[in-house]
């Protein structure tokens, strides 16, 4: 049913820029694309969706995950543990325990979380392809992701070459050759991605990152690949001083620097992190159209810095936002994300770092850019009705004078009354109606117990 009007609002945030970031009234959806906006009048028979005492946004766009680490949250050798640590402790430890069932009940938990709290469009950036699994990863993913109904971008990760840590106690990271990784990319690719503008799935070809997983000559082959297969590139980049140590060690350049001689820049590659860009890199990725999934929430509980969003988007360049995976943020939903990009610019650069408009503009219309779906991301007629509708029934919200920002400035467990992809139902009266929470919660608790007695 994707004919309906949405009645009542107590206002819109568009997605949009400027004085077009709010609008008021009614949002009319025909065919899946919102044909009218302003005050409006139910047509004979025409459903009628109640947005009283609710905002009405864009669906939110998550523009950098890792659905795996769904069964890997608050891994106690992990909790107090800086980035590298932590990946040696956490999701590198356990990556090969993650067998099908581990993966589809992660991603279920993982895709509830984010749908539940505004989310109608999902990066995944999945990064573990290994001959010891007996299933495809992209194949349990994009199934799960079919669940939900929400549009679903699968970054295929893998690495040519493992990253060392400071132990020898897990199993050999996978890797692949570079030449096989192309060829299981384009075979991927040629089954799920869909290049159409309303497309619900596609792919990006996404090495977990350039600077510790490719060799320096693989890195203009792989993006020449990648182009010629009609992907977009994504990958970590400068999550901490890590990847500039390196670079400035091996090639006398900063990170971003030494992407723009390797082909690895331009308005169809974005950068999850970027926490340590200089002010000359951030120049250069607004100059060459290169966007950032800014992943505050992660970045915080890593102990690795805020990246410069603020920055970037005053230069004009593309700002999203991501919740990143759950092993290093345990409250991985968009709402959170919201509050956290809001307030945590302010708190370490004073009042004017950040406003609320312009971060729900991140996580609308920043991330559909950044992902290269053009036809959502605002409210505006012609656009795909990819839709969330933020309820403000709970207290938290009550005594707001601007009650239209309190699904952005309030924090905490957002209530999503409804959400619509292309006019299709996600989430119907607070609630994902197919999907039994209580068999999830028991199917979580079986999965864990499993994992962390394997070792």
Not at 250 to 263: E, Q
Request: hydrophobic share 45%.
């Amino acid at each position: 049913m994707t004919d309906f009007l949405i009645q009542g609002a107590l206002g819109i945030l568009t997605g949009r820029p400027g004085d077009a970031a709010r609008a008021t009234g009614d949002i009319r959806v025909r065919g899946g694309v919102i044909a009218e906006l302003g005050t409006l009048r139910p047509l004979a028979g025409e459903r009628v969706v109640d947005a009283s005492g609710a905002v009405v946004t864009p669906g939110l766009v998550n523009a950098h995950h890792h659905l795996f680490q769904s069964v890997l949250k608050a891994v106690p050798e992990g909790m107090n543990a800086a980035l590298a640590a932590w990946l040696r402790m956490v999701p590198y430890t356990y990556w090969d325990r993650i067998d099908e069932e581990a993966l589809r009940v992660s991603a279920t938990i993982g895709l509830a979380e984010l749908a539940l709290s505004g989310a109608t469009t999902v990066a995944d950036h999945h990064y573990f392809f290994s001959d010891r699994y007996d299933y495809d990863p992209c194949e349990v993913l994009f199934d799960t992701a079919d669940r939900f109904g929400i549009r679903f971008l699968l970054a295929r990760g893998g690495a040519t070459k493992a990253r060392r840590f400071d132990g020898d106690d897990i199993t050999p990271l996978p890797t692949e050759p570079l030449e096989v990784m192309i060829d299981r990319i384009g075979a991927a690719a040629k089954r799920w991605h869909d290049p159409s503008p309303n497309a619900m799935r596609r792919m990006a070809f996404a090495p977990t990152t350039p600077t510790f997983s490719l060799y320096e000559e693989e890195l203009k082959p792989a993006a020449a690949a990648a182009r010629a297969i009609g992907l977009r590139i994504h990958t970590h980049l400068s999550e901490n001083m890590d990847y500039v140590e390196h670079t400035l060690a091996n090639y006398r350049r900063r990170p971003v620097h030494w992407l723009a001689g390797h082909d690895w820049l331009g308005p169809d590659v974005w950068f999850a992190h970027l926490v340590e860009c200089t002010p000359d890199e951030v120049a250069v990725l607004a100059e060459t159209g290169t966007a950032m999934a800014h992943c505050p929430q992660a970045n915080s509980r890593l102990g690795s810095g805020i990246a410069p969003a603020d920055g970037l988007h005053a230069a004009g360049g593309i700002v999203s936002l991501a919740v990143d995976g759950a092993a290093a943020n345990e409250a991985a939903d968009m709402a959170s994300a919201l509050y956290h990009a809001f307030s945590i610019h302010r708190a370490a650069k004073g009042v004017a770092a950040t406003r609320a408009e312009t971060v729900l503009q991140w996580a609308t219309a920043g991330g559909a850019r950044a992902l290269g779906f053009d036809t959502i991301g605002t409210i505006e007629v012609g656009r795909q009705a990819d839709i969330a509708i933020f309820d403000l029934g709970s207290p938290r919200y009550f005594g707001q004078h601007d009650r239209v920002l309190g699904p952005i400035v309030s924090g905490g467990d957002a209530r999503v009354r409804h959400s619509f992809v292309a006019g299709n139902a996600v989430v119907a009266d607070y609630a994902l109606p197919w999907l039994d929470m209580s068999q999830l919660a028991a199917d979580a608790v079986r999965v864990v117990d499993r994992i962390a007695r394997k070792g």
